[in-house]
């Protein structure tokens, strides 16, 4: 009996996603397969003010963010949400370690519609910074796997 390799062979591509962690403010970032990274990421305060840049825009979401032992993986990145006092999501952004103040430590803005509404900023802990792998739709040959979770959306409950 004689067979070539490779025929009869179906390529199989797969995509998942990957279950979304417990949002918190200090959380332990996680990859795609719930492996630690090494990384913690913490909000380390917050306030309401308008951004120095578009003020007239109205007040935002300024938040401080702790990156500790980015320098083992390669530019971590976790999704930061502000949330009401139910924990539902008023807006998410996704924030990488590398920020504008160095490796460790930086400060974003978040624009929400309600910023008076918010009781916290939380941290989703899944890595981020795989969101570009290429998709079976994308690439059958070298995309598939398991991707991070998709960004909360407004209204949903962390």
């Known amino acids: ?9 179906l390529w199989n591509c797969t995509d998942s996603t990957a279950e979304r ?11 795609t397969d719930e492996r630690p990274a090494g ?8 306030r309401r003010e308008p951004h ?3 003020p007239e825009e109205g007040d935002q979401i300024h938040f401080d963010i702790r990156f500790e032992g980015a320098e083992q ?4 990145a ?7 006092e139910d924990r539902v999501v008023l807006g ?17 803005y978040l624009a929400v519609d309600h910023p008076e509404r918010v009781a916290a900023v939380l941290l989703i802990p899944n890595d981020q910074s795989t969101q570009d792998r290429r998709t079976c739709e994308d690439d059958m040959k070298d ?16």
């Open 1 to 9: 009996m004689l067979s070539l390799s490779g025929c009869g062979f």
């Open 21 to 31: 962690g417990e949002a918190d403010v200090r959380v332990e970032i996680v990859d």
């Open 39 to 46: 990384v913690t990421a913490e909000v380390t305060g917050w």
């Open 78 to 84: 976790v999704d930061a949400c502000a949330v009401d």
């Open 73 to 76: 993986a390669i530019d971590p």
């Open 143 to 158: 995309g598939g796997g398991v991707h991070p979770p998709d960004m909360p959306r407004q209204g949903e409950q962390l």
């Open 92 to 108: 998410c952004q996704t924030v990488y370690s590398h920020m504008d103040f160095g490796p460790d430590t930086g400060d974003e």
């Open 52 to 54: 120095p840049q578009v």
